[in-house]
């Protein structure tokens, strides 16, 4: 059961902004106790006592016991209200409750057994989905956490909200055998290689059809290709070739002449 805390109160003589910024000044806090079918009470609390009991952990769950002119109260802590700035509690609300009040809280969870839990000892890790759990309990009942333990949780392995003994007049509001806390395997990461720094993507390796040859080599005609002619050295001989071509051409033309002309012996043995 969670521990109870104690507070000395003082009844509020003014109430409204104007009191409470004047009680604020005086170093006390303005606070309100309501509930249990009774009228409203309102009081002011030291603020160096209040600070002092926001640190711990679980103030929310914790039953108080609140002295008012040498009245108990007994209430739980239900809204603080912090300045903006300064993170100084201005403000404090009290619900007041009985023994055989029924309250609705959120119940922080603890993971036990870690040390003899066989899916730890392979390597996996514990993932813990709720990390407070809703309860509803008897306002003198209130336990400060819930234990799950995973002491025979191997890899893979879940402990439901059904798998725990909970404290008399705990129960869980919601209704499902939920998930509270899993053993899983272990996340691994592989780093890519990296290629040379050497390498360039898209260059092509010496060798291979389509490389660039360095400056002042030939290239290499592929297999079942002819050399190219050198660029200068090639271009004389096509106009030479041109020439003779059209040297053969006019003789062509001339033999076509000589041809149809008649023979001058001929001519010459008729007369």
């Known amino acids: 059961m969670a521990e109870t805390m104690s507070f000395k109160a003082e009844a509020r003589s003014k109430t409204g902004r104007g009191g409470a910024r004047e009680d604020r000044r005086q170093g006390r806090i303005p606070a309100n106790i309501y509930g249990d079918a ?32 040498g009245e108990k ?20 609300d009290f619900m007041r409750v009985s023994p055989t009040s029924r309250v609705r809280l959120h119940i922080p969870i603890t993971v036990a057994g870690l040390e003899a839990s066989p899916g730890i000892k392979r390597g996996g890790t514990v993932n813990v989905v709720r990390h407070d759990v809703e309860f509803f309990c008897r306002a003198d009942a209130i336990p400060e956490t819930v234990v799950f333990s ?6 893979g392995d879940s402990v439901h909200i059904n798998d725990v003994q909970l404290p008399a007049g705990v129960v869980p509001t919601i209704r499902r055998n939920f998930t509270v806390v899993t053993v899983t ?5 592989v780093e ?53 071509a059209k040297g053969g051409a006019a003789s062509a033309k001339g033999g076509a002449l000589a041809k149809g002309a008649k023979p001058d012996a001929g001519k010459g043995g008729k007369k």
């Open 185 to 189: 395997a272990p996340t691994i990461y």
């Open 150 to 155: 995973v002491a025979e949780c191997d890899i």
């Open 38 to 69: 009774k009228g409203n009470v309102a009081v002011t609390i030291d603020r160096d006592q209040l600070q002092r009991a926001l640190t711990k952990a679980g103030f929310g769950n914790r039953l108080c016991d609140i002295q008012v002119n």
């Open 192 to 244: 890519e290689e990296k290629p040379a720094a050497a390498a360039v993507e898209g260059a092509p390796v010496a060798g291979e059809a389509g490389a660039v040859p360095a400056e002042g080599e030939a290239a290499t005609p592929a297999d079942g290709e002819k050399a190219p002619a050198d660029a200068k050295g090639g271009a004389a001989p096509a106009k030479g070739g041109a020439a003779s």
């Open 73 to 92: 109260f007994r209430a739980l802590p239900r809204e603080v209200q912090v300045d903006p700035v300064s993170d100084i509690p201005i403000h404090v």
